[in-house]
């Protein structure tokens, strides 16, 4: 949706993109803290003891997935400015490094391993398009 509107705008388009990040960056806190609190009564009761590691891998999964929701909205804004290369770039490069980080963190912590890297994947590319847009971002304010 964010993309489609913003390839429409003429102006105001990073003001908006900012303003939807805020709202999903606060709806995104509210929904990890309240997942990250009833995980562990709700996958106990609805799976049973079986399923306790689970609890652990989804905590670390957490900070991953509110990465990855901020992240995905600033892909959005790029591709809707005509999918600068950096677009294709940032997001390769995560995949690398969660494949990577996989291959190490698989073995020595199982399926929390597999959260920890996706987790560690996603912040960093979010961390990269900080860095990018606190350098465009005049550039984006005037278009």
Do not use: H
């Not at 049973?48 to 929701?69: D, Q, R, T």
């Amino acid at each position: 949706m964010l993309f489609s509107k913003v390839s429409r705008m003429e102006r105001g388009s990073w003001s908006f993109t900012k303003r939807v990040v805020l709202a999903t960056a606060v709806m995104m806190v509210f929904i990890c803290l309240s997942a990250g609190l009833l995980a562990q009564p709700f996958i106990g009761f609805f799976y049973g003891e079986a399923f306790k590691n689970s609890v652990k891998a989804l905590w670390w999964l957490l900070p991953g997935m509110f990465s990855l929701s901020i992240s995905t909205i600033y892909m959005n804004f790029l591709a809707g400015k005509g999918m600068p290369l950096v677009a294709v770039i940032i997001p390769l490069i995560a995949f690398l490094a969660n494949f990577i980080l996989n291959l190490f963190m698989i073995p020595l912590l199982g399926i929390s391993g597999a959260s920890i890297s996706s987790s560690l994947a996603y912040t960093s590319m979010l961390a990269v398009l900080f860095i990018y847009f606190i350098r465009k971002a005049k550039y984006y304010e005037q278009g």
